[in-house]
């Protein structure tokens, strides 16, 4: 008999790595009878098994008052706090709802619980687990500390009160083992560290006809060699790396490609990249507009791909980060065997490299080393092609469905006392 888990969160719609890493965990459950259902401000799930709540999702007029409100000043205003609260309760009465509907037996709340982009939600979970003991298991992505934008706050009351809450019905999940420590340092509160993972046990496929467009249709010849930056362009990405590297590789082939937008943070940073990519004579490719969710024909007659046709056609994956929550693209360079370029991001140093994966690494800033080393990538098919190969097997050994699935079965087996996962 499967478990009914309820997965709560802000938005599942996609491909945020909330939304993306929620879904796995789904597939994985599924496998094994347990059936998903699924809360949240903004949803692309099965609407049979979805609840979508508007005021859930951080975007929603209400929540962006009072986000704007609650952060950047040290005081609130009494409409703020009754706001949030009258929210809370709202939001706290759906909950109930959603547990009644489906008839749940667990919930599985995705980043609600840690970044306050939400804060009725959060209060609003809090408040019911605390109400009703509901058994919880609370995935933690990223925390407020760890963004500045929340440091200067007139909430720090609600953020220490659901963010996380310390409740014993709950229990933790960080997916790196900083995040691990920064909770138990901070709050007393132990987890159970829970990698991000891709399925290395399908080998993905080769790519079809279709793929096969995809550099044609970005202006990209048959021998251009593409540099691909498959994030989206915002500082922490260090796309600048990127483009040095291209830069002082001196040939014209070499194209940087990157399939992402902007998103949230503005468009100033793109700016400073397509001028410094003109001064290095950079040919820089932002094919935003035709790397999507799904294969799709766009009203004008072209081609969107996803961004599994995009790494089928790249011959190198940039990755020069300062900052990553944990790192989905440097797992998708292993699973599509690419070569990839990585700078030595705290989370990679802690819980990736250890593992003995074969890149190339950079430490803050581009070297003549490094430059050789991505050089010889390129002449040396047989060099690159067994420093792939070894990749995929570092990632199926340590960042593989049947990881997270031996994770999940001790969490679920607490609540459920069911070992069937």
Request: net charge negative; aromatic share 12%.
């Amino acid at each position: 008999m499967g478990v009914q888990i309820g997965f709560v969160g802000t938005r599942f719609a996609g491909t945020d790595g909330v939304s993306l890493e929620s879904a796995k965990w789904a597939q994985v459950l599924w496998d094994h009878r347990h059936v998903s259902h699924w809360y949240s401000g903004m949803s692309d799930r099965d609407d049979e098994t979805s609840m979508v709540v508007p005021h859930a999702y951080f975007g929603h007029s209400d929540i962006q008052w009072i986000n704007r409100r609650a952060f950047g000043g040290l005081t609130r205003t009494p409409d703020v706090t009754q706001r949030i609260y009258a929210l809370a309760d709202y939001l706290k009465g759906t909950i109930y709802e959603f547990t009644r509907r489906y008839n749940l037996d667990l919930l599985i709340v995705q980043n609600a619980l840690c970044i306050p982009m939400n804060i009725p939600l959060g209060v609003a979970l809090t408040h019911f687990i605390a109400e009703t003991g509901f058994p919880t298991i609370a995935h933690h992505h990223d925390f407020y500390w760890e963004r500045d934008r929340f440091s200067v706050s007139a909430v720090t009351d609600l953020l220490w009160m659901a963010f996380p809450p310390a409740l014993p019905q709950i229990q933790n999940v960080t997916i790196n083992s900083f995040a691990q420590q920064d909770l138990a340092h901070r709050r007393g509160l132990s987890s159970i560290l829970v990698p991000n993972v891709l399925d290395f046990e399908t080998e993905p496929p080769e790519p079809d006809e279709y793929a096969r467009q995809f550099r044609k249709d970005i202006g990209l010849d048959e021998n251009d060699i593409m540099f691909l930056q498959p994030t989206r362009v915002v500082p922490r990405k260090g796309i600048e790396h990127a483009i040095s590297l291209v830069a002082a590789l001196k040939n014209d082939r070499c194209k940087l490609v990157i399939s992402h937008a902007s998103g949230d943070e503005g468009d100033e940073y793109l700016h400073s990249l397509c001028d410094l990519a003109e001064s290095h004579g950079v040919n820089l490719i932002l094919c935003d507009e035709l790397v999507g969710d799904k294969r799709a024909i766009a009203p004008d007659g072209h081609r969107i791909y996803t961004l599994a046709d995009a790494y089928s056609q790249a011959d190198f994956i940039t990755y020069p980060s300062i900052y990553e929550g944990f790192g989905n693209a440097l797992l998708e360079a292993f699973y599509y065997r690419k070569p990839l370029l990585v700078n030595r991001y705290s989370i990679y140093i802690a819980d990736i490299e250890p593992k003995g994966a074969k890149v190339i690494a950079m430490d803050g800033y581009l070297t003549k080393d490094v430059v050789a080393k991505v050089q010889k990538i390129i002449d040396d098919p047989e060099y690159r092609d067994e420093m792939v190969d070894y990749n995929y097997e570092v990632g199926k050994a340590f960042f593989s469905y049947s990881v997270l699935r031996r994770k999940l079965r001790a969490l679920v087996t607490n609540f459920t006392g069911q070992d069937n996962l």
